[in-house]
């Protein structure tokens, strides 16, 4: 079983940046992703890469604002977010998929952290 340990989120304002990290307790030999989940909101996939990391995929919100990268040395993900907008503003989870490639849905994901709020102000 893969422990997940989500870090570096905070209270930002509107065009800052952030970067979140995702601690494995083990190497994950699978793809991994990253989710946030609004108030009131359904948990929605952000970014996935793949297993040995040249594959990377992102939802259109975010695309060429965040940048997601593995560091399979640290067994770390991390997810660079730029130019950050209010409408970011949720509990970012990470989380490892069943698949080489990262798969952009919930129930492709079989380990998660337990999140990490990231709230921007206007």
């Known amino acids: 079983q893969v422990q997940l340990v989500e870090s570096g989120g905070g209270l930002v304002q509107a065009g800052d940046s952030l970067r979140l990290s995702c601690a494995a307790s083990?190497?994950?030999?699978?793809?991994m992703g990253w989710f946030r989940q609004a108030p009131g909101k359904e948990r929605e996939f952000v970014a996935g890469?793949?297993?040995?990391?040249?594959?990377?995929i992102y939802a259109d919100s975010v695309k060429g604002r965040f940048i997601i990268s593995r560091d399979d040395a640290k067994n770390t993900v991390y997810l660079q977010m730029n130019r950050l907008k209010p409408e970011d503003t949720a509990v970012y989870y990470c989380?490892?998929?069943?698949?080489?490639?990262?798969?952009?849905?919930?129930?492709?994901?079989?380990?998660w952290g337990q999140g990490t709020q990231v709230t921007v102000s206007s």
């Open positions: 989380a490892v998929a069943t698949t080489a490639l990262a798969p952009m849905t919930r129930a492709s994901y079989s380990y």
């Open positions: 083990g190497r994950s030999n699978y793809a």
């Open positions: 890469i793949s297993s040995r990391g040249g594959i990377t």
